[in-house]
């Protein structure tokens, strides 16, 4: 996702600098001539942004914790330590907000993906060749509805649900490892059979969406074709999209539905 | 369970009549002298139970949905397929509401487990020897209210928290495998280190207590063990302890607190 991030930016005209964290981001991020920094480096990572004048910044991409030793705090980045730990225990939602707090404090306003690649965001509507049919849409608002009312509690991304029924709930295993399970379960025959279903991908309400948006791409399609799901609804305007020509025709070439899902009346 | 239910029910001095479902049921039964039917069979169900002069009808045990052919409908049971093609659409509790009313209409009052058998019911507060953190027991009442959030979409009996962060959430792969999954992502450094987290487990807000009790026992004693976690957090007076003292003594054995929540303002 940096790396799309990255591209759409260029292709937008913009001006980047790429910092990349060690262990946790892909050295494919060399292209972009990242400047490589351990977590902890808070100290190098300000005198950076100040020396690059950058005009703010981007969070982009999946974040786990790394091991204390391997973050190589530095005396900077120690007075932000209490913070760190405070804001890890507050789950992912409430990780990235408090780290936003830091660049904003500093006067490095944090921009969205959606503002500085607004191309990489679901637009409403059909993506692909294939019509959802109305239930299938129905399901789906039932299970944005679902999501909506657990974004209070910091979970729940993705979800599947067939017909009236929901059969899965994204937790901290990830959109793919969920994908599997019903995959598992319609091989176990605990699911009618295929092609049916919908997964419901959105952002949480409330959700900053500077930072952490929730995100799709083709391989989104393949873990949805291996569960026999009949195709995908997605929040227009909050969920990124990588590659949406690939992503399309990947689900065209499925034979599942891409559909954007607005929160207006109509969708 | 069939069976549990079935003993507490003798020990309570109770007579009783068992109807077991062919392909459903455990042979097991057989030693309540069951009556073996098929799903479908509802004329020679209903005969049954006015011969037999049974007084109320405790409808017990996981419902899977059997294939057409295995069902044997009668002629009977074929008036009544079309209101459970419609029940089956609405989920678990959509379609055990739907059979009820079949009793009831039918002068059979649906008896919850919690009328005949109220010691499989777990009771408020610690069950075994290890005592609850407060901070797990504030985590376990997180969860519940997460739980109670997705009541209204008939789904989530069940979810682990580890300290602010929900991490998992039970769907249609059950309890057992919900914890197999969060041993996995343990194992792969995705979770902190045990032992921490609180198995959650309620009955659904609005559920009807006449049927699909949620229940635990020692295999998810054994389950939560393997997970890391440092306990189960179940709710009192409306979920079954399957063999409590067997739970009891294999929560004690692994070193978790076994909890029973209060929905009153004190636990």
Redesign the interface.
Known sequence: MPAAVAQAMLAEGRALRVIAIEGIAERSLDRFGATWMALGQLGRLFAFLRRENCGGVVMVGAMHRPALRAMRIDAYGWTFLFDFLRNI???DD?MLRGMSRWFEERGFPVLGIGEVAPRLLAPVGRLGAVAPPPEALAAAR?GL??LD??S?????QG??VL???????E???GTD?MLA?VAE?RDRG??PRAPSGVLVKAAKTGQSLKVDLPAIGPATIAGAAAAGLAGLAVEAGRLLILDAAGTAAAADAAGLFLFGLSRGPAA
């Open positions: 225990r507050r789950g409430g039932r509805a679902c009312a657990l209070p509690f910091d979970v729940g979800l599947v017909g009236e029924r929901i059969v899965a709930i937790g901290a295993e490892a399970r379960l605990r699911l």
